[in-house]
Structure formats: C-alpha cells, structure tokens
C-alpha cells in the first residue's frame, strides 16, 4: 500500500460546481498537509498549508484535514475552466525531510 | 523576487554522458530538494539539504550526487546518465530549521537520456 493514495481522474465537471478532492494516507505520523496546483508543464504552486486536523479557508478553496480517518480534501467553490489542472496532495512528519506526494487528480472545468 | 529558478530548463543526453542541473533561491530559505516526476509516479524525493552544509538521501538516490553550494544553491548531478533517468526534475525550497515546512517548487527541468 502507497503512503499516499489520490484518485488520478480525470475528473470533469461544469464550470461554477464546487470540486471535492482527497487523499487518503497511511502514516499517522504526517502533521502537516499541502495542496499544491500543477498546470500542464509547469512546476507544482502551493494552494494550501495546514497542520494537524481542522479546516481552513482561503478564498474558493477550503482544506479539510481528518487526522483519525486518515482523509484530507480539498473543495473548490464557483469552479472555473482556469482551475484546470492536475492537484497534488503532500505531507510532512515536520523536521527538513521532503514531502510525500499523491499522483495527483487531473481536473477537467467545462464552460 | 524571483523565488526559485533552476537551469536549464530542457536537455537531452546521450546513455553515459554527465551533467548537472542547477537551482537556485532568492527566499533566505534553509533547506532545499530535488525531487524527480514521471507518470504516474507522481514527485518522489531524490535528496535534500536541511541547511547549508549537510546533504541527505532521500526515496530515490541512486545514480544522483548532489552540493549545496552555498545557502542560495543546490545542484545535482548525473555521473553517467542512463534512459531510466529522463523525467521531469524539479527544485525546491522551505524556510525549514523549526520555520514553516511549506515547500516552494521551482519550474522544472526536463530531461531525456537517449
């Protein structure tokens, strides 16, 4: 079993929807969760930056962490065809070592 | 304020030849990775640096020497480049040394080993 497992997609919904993302995992020890956006040839750009369990807001995105499920999400409200890309989840024990990423979910916003 | 920008942004190699990738960050950052990205693989972690002067192995080492130059840049290098080793190479950084963990990517290197 991978560490991190993220439903690759594609998913496709219409623009205005709100998207749900997530990822299991299988380390309790991960305290600090990321979601990073990646569009097509270009490096991943951090969305959202939590620790432990709980949610937080910023704008159309909210990031939900359940630490005794082992499930984090990520909602996009009032989706738009420029939120097209493929989201990747990551986290961290804490300390300097690297992030352990899912494979990503590829989403597809039709106009 | 550029944040994290890595050299070159393509190459193609033939089976044997040597290189190094450069990164480079403008953010005071402490620490800094290499990770590698190929389909349905997803990032994996090829080494790190947690602070200027200490290098770390990370899931995927082999065939990879890294330096941390100074606190600004880290570069790795491919000693005899193999087909298995062209991938997407991307540079990161985070405040690191007990300061926040978010990780902040560079644009990515492409590379192919013929």
């Known amino acids: 079993q991978k560490e991190v497992e993220q439903d690759p997609g594609p998913l496709s919904v219409p623009e205005g929807a709100i998207v749900s993302l997530n990822c299991t995992y299988s380390n309790s020890a991960f305290q600090y969760f990321m979601w990073y956006r990646q569009y097509s040839r270009k490096g991943p750009e951090l969305l959202m930056y939590?620790?432990?369990?709980g949610n937080k807001e910023d704008g159309r995105f909210t990031a939900q962490v359940d630490k005794s499920s082992k499930y984090i999400s990520l909602f996009i409200r009032d989706s738009q065809p420029s939120d097209s890309a493929t989201y990747l989840c990551a986290m961290s024990k804490g300390g300097a070592d690297g992030l352990t990423f899912g494979k990503g979910t590829h989403l597809i916003i039709q106009p | 304020n550029a944040g994290v920008t890595q050299t070159p942004k393509f190459q193609v190699l033939k089976t044997g030849q040597s290189m190094t990738l450069q990164c480079a960050q403008d953010m005071n950052h402490n620490s800094m990775y290499w990770y590698r990205q190929d389909p349905g693989m997803g990032l994996r972690l090829i080494y790190y640096s947690a602070s200027e002067g200490t290098t770390d192995k990370g899931e995927v080492p082999n065939g990879y020497n890294v330096s941390r130059l100074n606190k600004r840049e880290f570069s790795l290098r491919l000693e005899s480049a193999a087909p298995s080793q062209t991938s997407v190479y991307f540079c990161?950084?985070?405040?690191?040394?007990?300061?926040?963990?978010?990780?902040?990517f560079g644009p990515g290197t492409r590379l192919t080993v013929t």
């Open positions: 939590t620790y432990s369990s």
């Open positions: 990161a950084s985070s405040e690191g040394l007990g300061g926040s963990y978010e990780q902040y």
